[in-house]
C-alpha cells in the first residue's frame, strides 16, 4: 500500500512547484527589494511542502490504507473548504475567510458550532494584526475595506 503514499507525495510536490511559483508571480513591494515581501511567507510554505512531500515518497508508510470511511469523507472535506478559502480571501477579505474555513474546520473536528465560529473569528483577527502591525504586511480586507484608514 506505500503507492499510496507516493502518488500522494507527488502530486503534492506539483501543488508545491505551482504554489512558489504562484508565490514568484507578487508584485514587487514598493521601495525596491526588502528581506521579507508579500512572497515571503508562500515561498516558505512551498519549500516546507516540497521537503515534506518528497519524504512521504521517498520513505512512504509501508502499512497504510486509503481512509475510505467517514475518516476520507472529512479529508475531502478539508480540501474543498481550503480551496473554498483561497477562493474567498480576496472578496471577503482575511478575518471573514480565516473564520469560516477555521471555524468550519474546527466543527468538523467535533467542537461545537459556536465555539468554532468564535475561535476562528479570534484567530483570523490575531493574524491579520500580527502581519499588519508586527510585520507591516498588508493582509486584503475584503468586504471590511471601510475598516482601513488612510
Do not use: H
Not at 22 to 42: I, Y
Not at 80 to 88: K, N, P
Not at 93 to 120: D, E, H, N, Q
Amino acid at each position: 500500500m506505500a503507492i499510496n503514499d507516493r502518488i500522494f507525495g507527488v502530486l503534492m510536490i506539483v501543488l508545491a512547484v505551482a504554489y512558489g511559483w504562484g508565490a514568484s508571480q507578487f508584485p514587487e513591494p514598493f521601495g525596491g527589494s526588502e528581506a521579507v515581501g508579500p512572497d515571503t511567507f508562500p515561498r516558505l510554505l512551498a519549500v516546507v511542502l516540497a521537503l515534506s512531500s518528497l519524504y512521504m515518497v521517498v520513505r512512504p508508510d509501508p502499512d497504510n490504507a486509503w481512509p475510505w470511511s467517514r475518516t476520507g469523507l472529512e479529508l475531502i472535506i478539508a480540501v474543498v473548504v481550503l480551496v473554498l478559502y483561497a477562493m474567498l480571501l480576496q472578496p471577503l477579505g482575511f478575518i471573514l475567510s480565516t473564520t469560516l474555513a477555521v471555524g468550519t474546520l474546527c466543527w468538523r473536528m467535533g467542537a461545537r458550532p459556536a465555539k468554532s465560529y468564535v475561535a476562528g473569528a479570534v484567530a483570523g483577527v490575531v493574524v491579520f494584526l500580527l502581519f499588519n502591525f508586527a510585520l507591516d504586511l498588508s493582509l486584503p480586507l475584503g468586504l471590511l475595506a471601510f475598516l482601513e484608514v488612510s
